[in-house]
């Protein structure tokens, strides 16, 4: 079922691999959700979830991803993460400043209200 608040932040922060296994999605929010936590987290390599887990451009990695629907890839890195878990710590502190970075509401917010305004030639 459905899990909120105080329990679902419980479930992120200790969580020792956050995998989402998707192979269709929009903005994959769920897992801006868990890097936020800093939740290591493991994706399918599907386009929405590289643009979150590239998103810095490769300058700092922010997670791991498998090839999509390839199970043996997935159960390799799953493997793989638990195995390394400094490296899956680094990742996760990695994702959290890139997340709380460029996914932080009252910058959106701002930037959304000038469109508004702009549209509206109030400016």
């Known amino acids: 079922g459905n899990v909120y608040n105080g329990r679902l932040s419980a479930l992120y ?24 936590h800093k939740a290591p987290a493991l994706a399918s390599d599907i386009p929405e979830n590289m643009e979150i887990l590239d998103g810095d451009h490769h300058s700092r990695q922010l997670g791991l991803s498998f090839n999509n629907k390839d199970f043996d890839s997935l159960l390799r890195m799953i493997r793989f993460g638990l195995s390394h878990p400094q490296r ?19 910058p959106i917010v701002k930037k959304t209200e000038q469109v508004y305004l702009q549209a509206l030639d109030l400016l």
């Open 88 to 106: 899956l710590k680094r990742l996760a502190e990695n994702a959290c400043d890139y997340v709380n970075k460029e996914y932080n509401w009252q």
């Open 13 to 36: 922060a200790n969580c020792a691999l956050f995998v989402l296994p998707s192979s269709v999605e929009g903005l994959p929010i769920v897992l801006i959700e868990a890097m936020k």
